[in-house]
């Protein structure tokens, strides 16, 4: 079956890089997502990546995703206090739902 | 554009009850999908409504359920309400359906079962 996995935790010095994996089991997904989750507010967009791809990169972000290991990880560079939040890796494959992993609670200090 | 719009933002009901959520989608959004996240479960997919129809289905009993309006607003219902239903349950809306087509998250609501 469907399934995704995350760390629970993550605490980055504010201008560290920030590094959060996933792995995943479905083989057929095509799309890999990234979403992040403040306090008291839904889920928002961060990047995706398409399966044929092994690196996408936007701004401070950075995927990389192996597919033969099933392994996808975000990079966030200079990490800010801002940046704290839940981060949530998501796949799509052939059944069309959308699932999600455990969440990361990627917290930041000074 | 306005985003995706829940309501009520919080509610609480008791064991027994029933429950009705209401989601309206972006301006021009088709597909309307419902997600319920709790500490334990983590966010899991209920299901996806299209044009009216629902496309694709989770794994809950048959106490969850939805329908979508032809103005694509989407409401779910929960019957006889039990403890472990209390969640913050998310509601997302896409152009279209399918794998190829973004999700945009609703702020939830959050619904506590005494």
């Known amino acids: 079956g469907e399934d995704v996995e995350q760390s629970l935790f993550l605490s980055v010095r504010e201008g560290d890089s920030s590094v959060i994996n996933c792995t995943y089991t479905d083989s057929s997904s095509t799309y890999l997502y990234w979403y992040k989750q403040e306090p008291g507010a839904g889920l928002q967009l961060l990047t995706y990546?398409?399966?044929?791809?092994d690196m996408k990169q936007d701004q401070r972000l950075t995927v990389l995703l192996n597919k033969k290991d099933k392994h996808l990880s975000l990079r966030i560079a200079d990490t800010q206090t801002g940046d704290s939040a839940i981060y949530f890796c998501a796949e799509r494959g052939d059944t069309d739902k959308l699932i999600f992993g455990t969440g990361t609670r990627l917290q930041v200090f000074p | 554009k306005a985003g995706v719009t829940q309501t009520p933002r919080y509610l609480i009901k008791t064991r027994g009850q029933q429950v009705t959520l209401s989601c309206s989608p972006i301006s021009g959004h088709r597909s309307v999908s419902w997600y319920q996240q709790t500490p334990g479960q983590g966010l899991q997919f209920l299901f996806e409504?299209?044009?009216?129809?629902?496309?694709n289905k989770g794994n809950f009993p048959g106490r969850f359920s939805g329908r979508q309006f032809s103005n694509s607003r989407s409401e779910m219902n929960v019957s006889t309400l039990e403890l472990g239903d209390s969640a913050l349950y998310l509601c997302?809306?896409?152009?279209?359906?399918?794998?190829?087509?973004?999700?945009?998250f609703g702020p939830g609501t959050r619904l506590t079962v005494l």
């Open positions: 997302a809306s896409s152009l279209g359906s399918g794998t190829y087509n973004e999700q945009f």
């Open positions: 990546i398409f399966s044929n791809m």
């Open positions: 409504y299209f044009s009216e129809t629902q496309r």
